[in-house]
């Protein structure tokens, strides 16, 4: 069984953290306005339980970005935002003011745009971090309902077993944004990925 210990979720999250701040000065630059990335928490759990672990923070119709990746660390990764999040995301991006409720193609080209730097970011830590390649996918943008979302990781991945989750936050321009990174692995991927922060915290011991 894998199991995400305390010593490996801390490990996770200083390693997550370094990624985010790449990924901050990306929309920064973006932007031209100071962004910060947080990642206050960490947790793992099974496939089943994702819907269990997500619901009581994003609900009803909420807007997704999907990312597959492949290479010797194999699986799905999703930014996954509820829809009010999405639009104050995309206004602050892009000082464009949206109508209640909309998320259109330029709101869609943004939130992509966004989930494209923290996935690969992420990925990109994770990869360096066993010296392995990740190759990824372009991403996808959808609108639906965290039950759907779920169940679509289920049925359409049966040989993925566990997720890791993130919870992100955003600040830019005075305003914060909550978000969740989700990064869906098989029980080969997860344990690769479990030795090598173990082979990583015993080097930090050891320095």
């Not at 199991?3 to 801390?10: A, N, V």
């Not at 901050?24 to 759990?45: H, K």
């Not at 000082?95 to 992509?112: G, K, M, N, T």
Request: proline share 2%; charged share 20%; hydrophobic share 50%.
């Amino acid at each position: 069984m894998v199991i995400l210990s305390d010593e490996r979720r801390d490990a996770v999250t200083e390693l997550l953290n370094i990624g985010f701040g790449r990924a901050a000065a990306s929309l920064s630059a973006l932007t031209n306005a100071r962004v910060e990335l947080l990642v206050p928490e960490v947790q793992m759990c099974r496939i089943e339980e994702l819907g269990a672990v997500l619901r009581p923070h994003v609900s009803g119709e909420i807007a997704s970005v999907h990312q597959v990746f492949s290479g010797p660390v194999a699986g799905d990764a999703l930014l996954v935002l509820d829809r009010s999040s999405a639009e104050i995301l995309s206004q602050l991006l892009t000082d464009e003011i949206l109508l209640p409720l909309a998320v259109d193609i330029s709101a869609r080209e943004v939130i992509a745009e966004v989930g494209n730097i923290l996935l690969n970011a992420c990925l990109g830590v994770f990869g360096n971090l066993l010296h392995v390649q990740v190759t990824f996918a372009v991403p996808s943008v959808t609108l639906d309902a965290l039950e759907a979302v779920v169940s679509s990781l289920v049925i359409g991945s049966e040989e993925l077993s566990h997720a890791i989750v993130v919870h992100a936050e955003f600040r830019l321009k005075d305003s914060g944004v909550t978000g969740y990174l989700v990064m869906v692995l098989g029980v080969s991927s997860i344990e690769r990925l479990m030795a090598g922060i173990d082979t990583w915290m015993g080097e930090q011991q050891r320095s």
